[in-house]
C-alpha cells in the first residue's frame, strides 16, 4: 500500500473519491470538496490549507481522509479556545493543528474512508496515519470533527478523547403530510405552528423550491445576497461566493435544495438545504426584508414538509437553536474525537473533557422534558406509540 498527503483535492480521482461514500452525503463528495478549493473559500487566506490522505493499492483508491491543516478554529463548530489558551499560557503554540472535517459544515458523516470490505485494515492506518504526521510535522494536534456514528469507536479505539455536543434534529415517523405531523404534537405547539404559518400566508410571502436544474443565476446571485447580509449583521466573516454556490448548483443539481421566498414579484428571502439519500441538511439562510416567522418557515417548516413529501427520514437543520424543539426537533447527542501531540496536558484535557460531557448529558436530560411530542421518544425519533 501507498500513502500520500495530498495539497489538493484535485490530485485525487473524483470517480474514485466517491466510490468511498456512503448514503451519497454531499459534504463530503468530491465535487463538494473541489468547489471549495477552486473557489478559494477552504484556503490559506482563511486559514484552511488541504492536507487530505489518501492510501492506494495498485493505483486504486482504498481509503481517504478529508483533512485540513489550520491556523485558526474559525468554521469547525467544535470549540477549543480553552485548549489554545492553555498552550499560550505556557509558552506553546496550539496553531498549527489537524482537522479532519468539513469546513464550516457542522454536519455529521464520514470521515474515514475506506472501500466497501477494507474497513478493518483500512480505518485504522488513516488514524495512525493522522497522528504520525501530527508528530512528525509539529502540529499541535489533530481533530476529527462529528464523525459518522459508525467511526466513532475506531477512533475511540485508537486512544482519541471524545467531546459531547448537541444539536437539534427532525424525525420523520412514515407521516402522510404536515398535519399528520402536527397531528403527533401536543395541541398548544400544534396551535402555535399554525399560528406561525398562517401568518406567513396573510403576509402574502410565496415559496419556490428549487435544485440545481431549476434555480437560474438570478437565483443565486439574490441568496448569495443573502447570506453575504447575514454574515454582516450576525456572525462576521463570510467565507463562500456566488461562483461557489453556482459550481455547487451545476455539479450537485439533483442535492441541492434552495427554498426563495417572494412577495409582491420581489425575491426577499432564501433557504439552502442540501440531501443525502436519506437526510435533508440546512446550511445557510439570509432575508432582504424582515418579516415575523419567515425564518421558521423558510428554515424549519418548508424542509419539514420536503421530507414527507420526498420520504426523507431525517432533517437536520444546524448547529444550536433550543427554539427548535417547540417546532418538532430533538436533542441529539454528537461527538468528536481528539489527539494531542503534548502529553503535559494529558490529565488536564481528560477532566476538562469529562465535565463537560457530564455537562451535556445533563442539558439533553433537561431538554427531553420539553419536548413537544404527545408520546415518548426513543433515542432515534421513532415514537413509543406507533403512529
Known amino acids: 500500500m501507498e500513502i500520500k498527503i495530498c495539497q489538493s483535492i484535485s490530485e485525487i480521482d473524483k470517480q474514485q473519491w466517491n466510490a468511498l461514500l456512503v448514503d451519497n452525503n454531499p459534504f463530503i463528495r468530491y ?64 496553531f498549527p493543528k489537524l482537522v479532519s472535517c468539513i469546513p464550516y459544515t457542522p454536519i455529521q458523516g464520514q470521515r474515514l474512508l475506506s472501500l ?141 435544495v434552495l427554498v426563495m421566498a417572494d412577495k409582491n414579484n420581489h425575491c426577499i428571502a432564501g433557504s439552502l438545504m442540501y440531501k443525502s439519500d436519506t437526510t435533508l441538511y440546512g446550511r445557510f439562510w439570509g432575508c432582504q426584508k424582515s418579516i415575523d416567522n419567515l425564518h421558521f418557515e423558510a428554515c424549519y417548516y418548508q424542509g419539514i414538509e420536503y421530507c414527507i413529501h420526498h420520504g426523507l427520514e431525517k432533517f437536520e437543520p444546524g448547529a444550536q437553536g433550543e427554539h427548535k424543539i417547540a417546532r418538532g426537533f430533538i436533542p441529539v447527542l454528537t461527538k468528536s474525537s481528539h489527539y494531542l501531540s503534548e502529553p503535559h496536558f494529558k490529565a488536564s484535557i481528560e477532566q476538562f473533557i469529562n465535565h463537560e460531557q457530564a455537562a451535556v448529558v445533563d442539558y439533553m436530560q433537561q431538554l427531553n422534558q420539553h419536548l413537544p411530542y404527545k408520546h415518548p421518544l426513543f433515542a432515534d425519533g421513532s415514537q413509543g406509540k406507533k403512529h
Open 31 to 94: 465535487e463538494f470538496l473541489h468547489a471549495l478549493e477552486i473557489h478559494h473559500c477552504a484556503a490559506e487566506k482563511f486559514g484552511w490549507i488541504p492536507r487530505h490522505i489518501v492510501i492506494y493499492e495498485n493505483n486504486q483508491l482504498l481509503g481517504a481522509m478529508p483533512l485540513y491543516e489550520k491556523h485558526n478554529s474559525y468554521g469547525e463548530f467544535v470549540f477549543d479556545q480553552a485548549w489554545s489558551d492553555a498552550y499560550q499560557r505556557h509558552g506553546l503554540q496550539y
Open 116 to 256: 466497501a470490505g477494507q474497513e478493518e485494515k483500512i480505518v485504522p492506518l488513516l488514524i495512525k496515519t493522522a497522528k504520525q504526521v501530527a508528530q512528525q510535522y509539529h502540529y499541535s494536534s489533530f481533530h476529527c470533527l462529528f464523525p459518522a456514528n459508525t467511526e466513532q469507536q475506531w477512533l475511540s479505539d485508537q486512544k482519541l478523547y471524545t467531546r459531547y455536543d448537541c444539536q437539534f434534529h427532525w424525525h420523520n415517523n412514515n407521516y402522510k403530510d404536515f398535519d399528520d405531523f402536527l397531528s403527533a404534537l401536543s395541541s398548544r405547539k400544534r396551535k402555535n405552528i399554525r399560528k406561525e404559518r398562517n401568518s406567513i400566508k396573510q403576509s402574502g410571502v410565496t415559496f419556490r423550491i428549487l435544485d440545481g436544474f431549476t434555480s437560474t443565476e438570478k437565483d443565486w446571485q439574490d441568496f448569495t445576497r443573502f447570506y453575504l447580509a447575514t454574515f454582516a449583521e450576525k456572525w462576521g466573516m463570510a467565507t463562500l461566493n456566488c461562483e461557489f454556490f453556482q459550481t455547487i448548483a451545476r455539479t450537485l443539481s439533483a442535492q441541492v
